[in-house]
């Protein structure tokens, strides 16, 4: 026996061998390593094979059973099931076992469907060709087969089968371009590089003979991270080492593009591949709705159990006299008299539980999945929120929030690529206090783009001429871009001699506008090969720079550096970041002016970035490289470790100058936020910008306008006077006007009343939210948050990602527990799109790792008004009526069954028949209310949009409130004494047949149950405002269907009964003229309460939605205040001869039209409505304007 393998296996699983649990090794092509270098331990991983299906076909009945009998209301309905077939129920098993097994098949079914589908595609993926390397050859197997350490060939625009480390590519530097669009959307062309000492291995001989180990972290899913490092054997000598990062791993699902072919090894296979692993899904997030939901589930379950016991109870004291306890027909046997009285009690209570336990709707939560599943597709098939600029709609990645769109209180949104394009562009740059513009015109001129200079100073001098240099070249070299190949000709000859522009391939769109903007002002960056930047000078001079190190960058240092040596021998390193992280380690240059001129850049709006160099001399550069590499090649804290170098290296710098890049506002992000804070909901933005950067913009989209007063809660401030002084004297300004904070403070309309804005940075944050020295940091955070409350809009800058997510939590989970909704566009938002109860990404520039990992995607920002506003507003209010009328129409139907019991001795006599009470959920009331949970539109759409303030009639979840169950509750309970009584006296001494016969119970019940059909179907015709084809199919089919369905359950022998005592019942009290008439008189009185008070409350207290539908029913287009003319699309405003320009954040004219309301008369502003020009426009209502009219330009 092997004991080394027993002894190796219990070191790993028992004793928890460290190498095990922190990373891996992993032999290259299964070679040994040499002889007395390390041991050979071989490791079991899991093969190649993709298992995203749930189920197998031996698992599949019972974990899907299991899986639905967790929910509640299923093992409720199942335990009565099971109670009904153990005791002596009234009513038969198959009234309570058919809905269930019709749910519970249903579910299955669609489950089971999506589970084959996910077979299918398992299948395909893992039966797919990959050739790769054995003793020196290239043999083909199918990719389940792969293992861990073989050597794999990927030839271009094949998808990578497996989690690779590049070996070697057909390119002679050893580099491979990648589209990893499947993985994260991005569809830009990504970079990855071999390693050094195996780039050269370029064929199947070749790479066979690679003797190396690779050791790396154990498996996991983030897709941009990776630490590890290859040991290569060079015969008997000791092993080089090299660290491998993100940017020597090829990950499964990506696709090699312009590239011939590569060689990698496989180190994650199967479900251990960062794709894979990436399946699994986020923590669920609960709607307010479903919470609501099951609170009155709760009630319900609580009116079902004292209604039962009430009954045990009035049962036995009606039983206590002997005669009702057993009558001369139906004497007890001996043993049901010496039976224990609590045993009895208990068997009927369980009776009344299974009588009445219909009052729990089990279909309802079927219904409310079907309705989120299909309601989601409305969202995705709007056309109004696709943007043909980018080819992309909206996108659903889960349906259980639909109506949590509808909710949303606070909105916290990015700046860079959510409010703005994330299209930069290079206006200017600043070396040592002189600024450079690029195409400039002087005396009416535009100068070349070589030459385009203006010297806002006077000319440089010569050192400072040397400084100009040296920054136009650190530009050029200081960043990670790529150039297209395909636009090169012979290498450097297109660039060099055609005149036009390189194209620049970058992650970062402010990389390439940098590069551009150099490239105007004459510095043309070429391309990289084998490890050598060149750049063309303004004298069409070639310099080259060796690259020796990138230190990369991050969210946290905000800012890169390269290290390079040049032809001259120097070694460089040049850095490049936001100003707060650049200052402070600058040693020398003109600070004062610079710093001057970043701030006025950043007032007015402009992106801007400081440069710095440094010169190392060969000793300083080797012991730069030497912790440098240490800190690559570890595989514990490598970040940590790296930062700290990186902190060592980036200090002493000589400050350069600085460059300012604009980023225009999207198109209509103004009048998004404008119509969510006329809807009520708060706007923060969150951003990492500097607080001037950041401040311009909110200007600019109108969340802090000209009368806002604005409130800084800043480290400057803070250290001006303690956060304590800070905080209170912000609360007393805020507060000050507490009188005045019930007024409207989100419309920013009213000038006489103080607007507030507040603005953040990262560190104040950080102070705010650091437990105090006597261990309590809540009363900072709730005077942070009571000032917050009374601000109508928050800015937070200089934010780190986590700071994000604080933010929301914070808010998310303050005593009124808000809404809280996350938008942005890059991977620096994923985390408080994940800490918000919607998150929603924007399919922007920086990838689609937001869109991703969000609830919900949108092309552009100015979609969201739409989202919330109108699809949240009709998702809520359909939800929210079909949960109302779920547990109303239920009420109906079982409290008259309760009221039976008084009048049969509570004998648990059912009062409908066993085919009535299967089917009432199931077929005669259910389409009808899924059919107007998909469709009802209680406003159109356009009005919604026009008067965002509509959404506040829904907000803080309205329409579920307690006082608005329990009026359906009261409702539904009205309903039930009438149709009971109603029938009761109806039949009482009353002959109500033509032959003088009575009515027995059986007719009794049906009766009840056909005024029951018809009361709770008009009800829902009753509030259904949009009517459709389908509207009127499904309702009044549904009536029509009862009506044929009792006729042939009545009026045929089914021989599979053994009874049938439904026989006949029907059309006989059809036959009767006092009954047509009780049923038409009953559903008019049941109904009458519910239309008076709809009458009286639309004309006493009207809501603004009931002042908008009474509006619309005269057939008058609706107005709110101050509505915008952009969103009336009606005939009548439109003009043939006048043309509207997009606008941009730097157009000097804007146009706006009012409508308000003054002195019981009508006025609009019109100015200049219908074009930019002076033109005389006419409408059809005749009006007309002349001139150009008044503007604000931000």
């Known amino acids: 026996m092997d004991c080394s393998r027993l002894r190796t296996w219990i070191n790993r699983y028992c004793a928890g061998e460290e190498n095990w649990v922190d990373n891996r090794t992993i032999y290259i092509g299964h070679r040994e390593p040499p002889p007395g270098t390390e041991a050979y331990i071989p490791q079991r991983y899991p093969d190649n094979r993709i298992v995203s299906s749930k189920y197998t076909f031996w698992n599949f009945v019972p974990k899907n059973l299991f899986e639905q009998f967790r929910r509640i209301a299923n093992f409720y309905f199942l335990i009565i099931f099971l109670v009904q077939l153990i005791i002596d129920t009234p009513t038969s098993p198959v009234t309570s076992g058919l809905p269930l097994f019709f749910v519970i098949t249903v579910t299955a079914i669609k489950q089971g469907y999506e589970d084959w589908l996910r077979h299918?595609?398992?299948?395909?993926?893992?039966?797919?060709?990959?050739?790769?390397?054995?003793?020196?050859?290239?043999?083909?197997?199918?990719?389940?087969?792969?293992?861990?350490?073989?050597?794999?060939?990927?030839?271009?625009?094949?998808?990578?089968?497996?989690?690779?480390?590049?070996?070697?590519?057909?390119?002679?530097?050893?580099?491979?371009?990648?589209?990893?669009?499947?993985?994260?959307?991005?569809s830009s062309q990504k970079t990855y590089y071999a390693v050094q000492d195996t780039k050269s291995f370029q064929s199947e001989q070749d790479i066979d003979t690679l003797h190396a180990t690779i050791e790396c972290e154990q498996p996991q899913p983030d897709l941009y991270k990776f630490v590890g490092r290859i040991n290569v054997y060079h015969d008997q000598s000791e092993p080089t080492a090299r660290p491998l990062g993100s940017e020597n791993l090829l990950l499964r699902g990506a696709t090699l593009k312009n590239t011939e072919k590569?060689?990698?090894?496989?180190?994650?296979?199967?479900?251990?591949?960062?794709?894979?692993?990436?399946?699994?899904?986020?923590?669920?997030?609960r709607s307010a709705v479903e919470k609501s939901m099951n609170v009155f589930l709760i009630v319900y379950l609580c009116i079902l159990i004292s209604k039962s016991l009430i009954n045990t109870a009035l049962k036995y004291v009606w039983q206590s006299e002997p005669f009702r306890d057993e009558p001369w027909y139906n004497q007890k046997t001996e043993l049901e008299r010496k039976r224990n009285v609590f045993i009895r009690a208990f068997t009927d209570?369980?009776?009344?539980?299974?009588?009445?336990?219909?009052?729990?709707?089990?279909?309802?939560?079927?219904?409310?999945?079907?309705?989120?599943?299909?309601g989601s597709y409305f969202l995705t098939w709007d056309e109004e929120m696709f943007d043909e600029e980018t080819g992309e709609g909206p996108l659903v990645n889960t349906s259980d929030l639909n109506e949590e769109l509808g909710q949303v209180e606070y909105v916290f949104t990015d700046k860079t690529g959510t409010l703005t394009e994330n299209n930069m562009e290079f206006i200017e740059c600043c070396i040592e206090g002189h600024v450079y513009i690029p195409h400039v015109i002087c005396n009416g001129q535009i100068l070349n783009d070589c030459s385009g200079i203006d010297m806002i100073d006077s000319s440089p001098g010569g050192s400072s001429k040397e400084r100009e240099e040296l920054f136009f070249r650190a530009l050029c070299l200081c960043h990670t871009v790529q150039v297209k190949e395909d636009d090169n000709v012979d290498g450097l000859k297109k660039a060099q001699l055609s005149g036009r522009s390189s194209v620049y391939i970058s992650s970062s769109p402010d990389e390439v506008a940098l590069v551009e903007g150099i490239q105007r002002l004459g510095y043309t960056y070429l391309r990289l090969k084998d490890n050598c930047m060149e750049i063309l000078t303004r004298e069409n001079d070639i310099e080259k720079f060796e690259l020796l190190e990138v230190l990369s960058f991050d969210s946290v240092?905000?800012?890169?550096?390269?290290?390079?040596?040049?032809?001259?021998?120097?070694?460089?390193?040049?850095?490049?970041?936001?100003?707060?992280?650049?200052?402070?380690?600058v040693a020398e240059g003109k600070i004062d002016q610079i710093r001057s001129r970043v701030e006025r850049n950043a007032v007015e709006g402009l992106r801007t970035l400081c440069v710095a160099y440094k010169k190392f001399t060969y000793e300083e550069y080797e012991s730069v490289q030497k912790s440098l590499q240490e800190a690559k090649l570890a595989l514990r804290d490598r970040e940590k470790k790296l930062a700290e170098a990186y902190e060592q290296i980036e200090k002493g710098l000589i400050l350069l100058g600085a460059t300012a890049v604009e980023d225009r506002l999207q198109e209509k992000a103004a009048d998004t936020i404008e119509a969510l804070q006329k809807?009520?909901?708060?706007?923060?933005?969150?951003?990492?910008?500097?607080?001037?950067?950041?401040?311009?913009?909110?200007?600019?989209?109108?969340?802090?306008?000209?009368?806002?007063?604005?409130?800084?809660?800043?480290?400057?401030?803070?250290?001006?006077?303690?956060?304590?002084?800070?905080?209170?004297?912000?609360?007393?300004?805020?507060?000050?006007?507490?009188?005045?904070?019930?007024?409207?403070?989100?419309?920013?309309?009213?000038?006489?009343?103080q607007d507030y804005g507040l603005i953040i940075d990262g560190a104040a944050l950080s102070l705010i939210m650091k437990p105090r020295e006597d261990g309590s940091s809540g009363n900072y955070r709730e005077l942070f948050l009571e000032i917050c409350r009374n601000c109508s809009a928050v800015l937070c800058c200089r934010m780190a990602p986590l700071q994000k997510a604080q933010i929301v939590k914070l808010i998310k989970w303050s005593k009124?527990?808000?809404?809280?909704?996350?938008?942005?566009?890059?991977?620096?938002?994923?985390?408080?799109?994940?800490?918000?109860?919607?998150?929603?990404?924007?399919?922007?520039?920086?990838?689609?790792?937001?869109?991703?990992?969000?609830?919900?995607?949108?092309?552009?920002?100015?979609?969201?008004?739409?989202?919330?506003?109108?699809?949240?507003?009709?998702?809520?209010?359909?939800?929210?009526?079909?949960?109302?009328?779920?547990?109303?129409?239920?009420?109906?139907?079982?409290?008259?069954?309760?009221?039976?019991?008084?009048?049969c001795g509570f004998s648990q006599q059912p009062l409908y028949d066993t085919a009535y009470l299967t089917l009432y959920n199931i077929s005669f009331t259910s389409l009808p209310i899924l059919l107007y949970s998909l469709m009802e539109q209680h406003v159109s759409s356009e009005t919604l949009k026009r008067d965002p303030s509509l959404y506040r009639d829904v907000a803080k979840n309205a329409l579920l409130r307690w006082r608005v169950f329990i009026y359906w509750t009261f409702l539904g309970v009205f309903d039930a004494v009438v149709f009971f009584f109603g029938a009761y006296f109806l039949f009482d001494n009353t002959t109500v047949t033509s032959n003088g016969q009575m009515f027995g119970n059986w007719t009794f019940g049906t009766l009840v149950f056909t005024v029951l059909v018809f009361t709770?179907?008009?009800?829902?015709?009753?509030?259904?405002?949009?009517?459709?084809?389908?509207?009127?199919?499904?309702?009044?089919?549904?009536?029509?269907?009862?009506?044929?369905?009792?006729?042939?359950?009545?009026g045929i022998i089914w021989p599979f009964l053994n009874y049938q005592r439904m026989y006949y019942v029907f059309i006989q009290m059809l036959s009767s003229g006092p009954a047509w008439l009780g049923i038409i008189m009953l559903i008019t009185v049941s109904l009458l309460p519910d239309v008076l008070k709809k009458v009286l409350c639309r004309h006493l207290w009207p809501t603004a939605t009931e002042r908008v539908q009474n509006t619309s029913s005269y057939g008058q287009d609706h107005f709110s205040e101050f509505t915008p003319l952009a969103s009336l699309k009606g005939t009548r405003y439109r003009s043939n001869d006048c043309k509207n320009s997009q606008a941009r954040r730097s157009s000097s004219r804007s146009k706006k039209t009012m409508f308000t309301h003054w002195r019981n008369s009508d006025y609009s502003i019109l100015p200049s409505i219908f074009s930019y020009s002076n033109k005389r426009c006419n409408a059809r209502m005749g009006y007309y304007q002349r001139g150009s009219g008044l503007e604000t330009s931000v």
């Open 120 to 186: 299918k595609a398992d299948n395909a993926m893992n039966q797919c060709p990959v050739h790769f390397i054995r003793h020196g050859k290239l043999v083909r197997k199918q990719s389940r087969k792969l293992r861990v350490g073989d050597i794999v060939m990927v030839k271009e625009d094949d998808t990578f089968p497996c989690d690779l480390i590049l070996l070697s590519s057909s390119r002679a530097d050893g580099t491979c371009f990648v589209t990893t669009a499947s993985l994260d959307g991005e």
């Open 262 to 285: 590569i060689f990698g090894v496989a180190i994650y296979t199967g479900m251990e591949t960062k794709m894979a692993l990436n399946y699994q899904s986020k923590s669920q997030k």
């Open 349 to 374: 209570f369980l009776a009344f539980m299974v009588l009445f336990n219909y009052i729990i709707p089990v279909s309802m939560y079927v219904t409310v999945e079907m309705q989120k599943f299909l």
């Open 557 to 585: 240092r905000r800012r890169m550096s390269v290290i390079v040596k040049s032809a001259k021998g120097e070694i460089l390193l040049f850095c490049k970041g936001a100003d707060s992280s650049i200052f402070p380690r």
């Open 679 to 753: 809807a009520g909901i708060k706007v923060w933005v969150l951003t990492g910008d500097k607080m001037e950067t950041a401040a311009a913009t909110c200007y600019a989209c109108k969340l802090f306008r000209r009368n806002t007063q604005i409130l800084e809660l800043t480290t400057k401030k803070i250290e001006e006077q303690s956060l304590h002084d800070v905080l209170f004297e912000l609360s007393k300004t805020v507060l000050r006007h507490s009188g005045s904070l019930t007024r409207d403070t989100f419309s920013g309309l009213s000038t006489e009343m």
């Open 816 to 903: 009124e527990h808000p809404i809280t909704l996350a938008i942005g566009d890059g991977a620096n938002d994923v985390s408080m799109i994940l800490e918000a109860h919607v998150g929603i990404g924007v399919i922007g520039k920086e990838g689609r790792q937001a869109a991703r990992n969000s609830d919900y995607a949108i092309p552009k920002f100015k979609h969201l008004k739409k989202m919330l506003l109108v699809h949240g507003h009709f998702y809520y209010v359909r939800i929210s009526e079909l949960v109302q009328y779920f547990f109303y129409k239920n009420v109906c139907f079982i409290f008259p069954q309760f009221l039976y019991q008084f009048f």
């Open 1016 to 1050: 709770v179907t008009l009800k829902l015709a009753l509030d259904t405002h949009h009517w459709t084809w389908i509207n009127h199919f499904v309702i009044w089919g549904s009536l029509l269907f009862y009506v044929v369905f009792s006729l042939l359950w009545g």
